[in-house]
């Protein structure tokens, strides 16, 4: 009940203050909806077009970001919350993997700085985190640590964007990532296990972040239907190209879905992005939207972007 009444006075400050970070979180209710690939992805085309961007793992329960950079971080959002390091020192600057793809193509000085925070996957870390959340005498604590978070970000650092990658479901940390955001992105397959468990998280907790004016919409990954190569989805293509009938059957098809998808969870879809077999298949995590700019995956991530900018 504390812990609530918290989170309600918590969002009531946040939306009276003048903020100029962005905070945004990609949340869904399963696992796998490509909330990590999304999220890293798109910190690293804003920072590409000059913005400074904080990366944090709040997947505190199956951490995976750090796979993205390929390193062993050793320090950790984890230390942060327990009180063994200041937020600043759980940092880990970035800003030369964008400088390096772009050598050449981009003048340096136009690149923003990337900055990322990491999650233990240890397993020791995140029962030691979790059992903290099971303490009511905590949970505020926990929340003011997120607040001043973002309030750090903010005016420390000068982030134009702060991007959290949050757990799937509805566990404390993923509500605490949730209750400091502006935007959520709610990324979902299109199987009706996850089409059912979204309309009842969106209903059950959603409601209460949006009528503090956090904004929140749909966003439709890993979609079936385009499942080919990138090669396919060229527009010369006469089987999945943008002219023949098949590709135009299929987003009539899929607009319908959109509409019905809509209407049922009361939330805008802001993207739809198809399930590209490379990426599914790939054995190694890495930067599509860096790597390989005219990947369709990557034009996807600079629309979604362009909508946050
Ligand atoms: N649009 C997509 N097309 C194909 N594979 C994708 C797409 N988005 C994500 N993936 C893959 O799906 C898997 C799960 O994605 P991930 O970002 O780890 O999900 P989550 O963080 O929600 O658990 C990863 O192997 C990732 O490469
Ligand atoms: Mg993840």
């Known amino acids: 009940m504390n812990y609530c009444f918290t989170l309600i006075r918590l969002k009531y400050i946040i939306v009276n203050f003048e903020l100029v970070a962005k905070v945004i979180a990609f949340h869904s209710y399963k696992g796998g909806t490509g909330k990590t690939t999304l999220a890293v992805n798109?910190?690293?085309?804003?920072?590409?077009?000059?913005?400074?961007?904080?990366?944090?793992?709040?997947?505190?329960?199956?951490?995976s970001l750090y796979v993205y950079f390929d390193i062993q971080p050793k320090k950790w959002i984890n230390d942060y919350l327990n009180d063994k390091i200041s937020f600043c020192d759980s940092i880990y600057d970035f800003s030369h993997v964008i400088e390096e793809f772009h050598s050449g193509t981009l003048i340096?000085?136009?690149?923003?700085?990337?900055?990322?925070?990491?999650s233990n996957p240890s397993k020791q870390e995140i029962t030691d985190l979790d059992s903290v959340m099971r303490k009511d005498s905590s949970k505020s604590q926990m929340l003011k640590k997120m607040?001043?978070?973002?309030?750090?970000?903010?005016?420390?650092?000068?982030?134009?964007?702060?991007?959290?990658?949050?757990?799937?479901?509805?566990?404390?940390?993923?509500?605490?990532?949730?209750?400091?955001?502006?935007?959520?992105?709610?990324?979902?397959?299109?199987?009706?296990?996850?089409?059912e468990g979204t309309k009842h998280m969106a209903m059950d907790v959603y409601g209460s972040f949006t009528s503090y004016g956090?904004?929140?919409?749909?966003?439709?990954?890993?979609?079936?239907?385009?499942?080919?190569?990138?090669?396919?989805?060229?527009?010369?293509?006469?089987?999945?190209?943008?002219?023949?009938?098949?590709?135009?059957?299929?987003?009539?098809?899929?607009?319908?879905?959109?509409?019905?998808?809509?209407?049922?969870?009361?939330?805008?879809?802001?993207?739809?992005?198809?399930?590209?077999?490379?990426?599914?298949?790939?054995?190694?995590?890495?930067?599509?939207a860096l790597k390989n700019p005219d990947h369709p995956f990557s034009k996807k991530i600079d629309e979604l972007s362009k909508k946050i900018e």
């Open 42 to 63: 798109l910190s690293a085309n804003l920072v590409s077009k000059g913005y400074n961007v904080l990366l944090i793992d709040m997947d505190v329960y199956a951490p």
């Open 108 to 118: 340096k000085d136009t690149c923003g700085s990337f900055h990322a925070v990491f």
């Open 147 to 195: 607040l001043f978070l973002k309030e750090t970000g903010i005016a420390e650092t000068d982030y134009d964007f702060i991007i959290l990658d949050t757990s799937p479901g509805i566990r404390y940390w993923s509500i605490n990532s949730l209750a400091i955001s502006d935007t959520i992105f709610l990324s979902l397959k299109m199987d009706n296990i996850d089409i």
């Open 214 to 288: 956090t904004t929140s919409y749909l966003l439709l990954n890993r979609v079936a239907g385009y499942c080919e190569p990138p090669v396919l989805l060229d527009s010369s293509n006469s089987v999945y190209g943008e002219n023949s009938s098949s590709f135009s059957a299929l987003v009539l098809e899929q607009n319908e879905t959109i509409k019905n998808l809509e209407k049922l969870i009361k939330m805008d879809v802001v993207s739809m992005i198809p399930c590209y077999c490379d990426m599914q298949f790939e054995r190694q995590e890495y930067l599509t």
